[in-house]
Structure formats: structure tokens, C-alpha cells
């Protein structure tokens, strides 16, 4: 089983910043990539940025230029820095993260429980 705390939420004002962590843990074979999802009351999860184990990246349109999304794969930890963040970024994020268990070997993808982000003067 693999487990995906995150860490990092919080109230700021229109241009501040946040880091956000996700660390994974539990019976993990590999991880094949990990990311930062977010939902809006009354809205659809949408996808905020991906990092594959290579490095590589995707962002959505709304936030390339102020966020970043990184890893440090020796801790299974994902982060998020968010800057000039504005109210419409006012969500809950979620990580999440797809990984091979130990002992089923099978490729899942796993969720976090969700941090609170709150963008208000």
C-alpha cells in the first residue's frame, strides 16, 4: 500500500507564495511520476502540473510562469512552489502519485487527502 501525505496549504494575499509537499510511503516498488491536481468549489479536479520520473514536466496554462513543480525521488517527495499566486488558484490540491507496490507489482495510481489553498486579501 502507498500512502501520500501532503503538507504546505494555507491563507495568503494576491501575489504571495506557498510551497507545497507531498511525500509518498509504504510498500513502494517504483514511482513512474507524481503531480498536483486541484479543485475549486462547484468545479471539475484539474490537473495543475505533472513531473515524470525523468524530469520531465507539464503545467497547465493558468499557472506556467509562476509555478514549479520538482522532486526529490531519494525522499519520494514531490513539491509545488506556487508565486504571484492569485484568488483563482483558491482550491484544494491534491497530490497524487503513480506507483508499483512492492508486493502487487501492478501500476496504481494513489491520492493524497487533499491541502486547503486560499488566495484572499
Known amino acids: 500500500q502507498v500512502q501520500l501525505v501532503e503538507s504546505g496549504g494555507g491563507l495568503v494575499q494576491p501575489g504571495g507564495s506557498l510551497r507545497l509537499s507531498c511525500a509518498a510511503s509504504g510498500t513502494i516498488f517504483s514511482i513512474s511520476g507524481m503531480g498536483w491536481y486541484r479543485q475549486a468549489p462547484g468545479k471539475q479536479r484539474e490537473l495543475v502540473a505533472v513531473i515524470t520520473s525523468g524530469g520531465n514536466t507539464n503545467y497547465a496554462d493558468s499557472v506556467k510562469g509562476r509555478f514549479t513543480i520538482s522532486t526529490d525521488n531519494a525522499k519520494n517527495t514531490v513539491y509545488l512552489q506556487m508565486n504571484n499566486l492569485k484568488p483563482e488558484d483558491s482550491a484544494v490540491y491534491y497530490c497524487?502519485?503513480?506507483?508499483?507496490?512492492?508486493?502487487?507489482?501492478?501500476?496504481?495510481?494513489?491520492w493524497g487527502q487533499g491541502t486547503q489553498v486560499t488566495v484572499s486579501s
Open positions: 497524487n502519485a503513480d506507483a508499483v507496490g512492492k508486493y502487487t507489482m501492478s501500476l496504481r495510481t494513489y
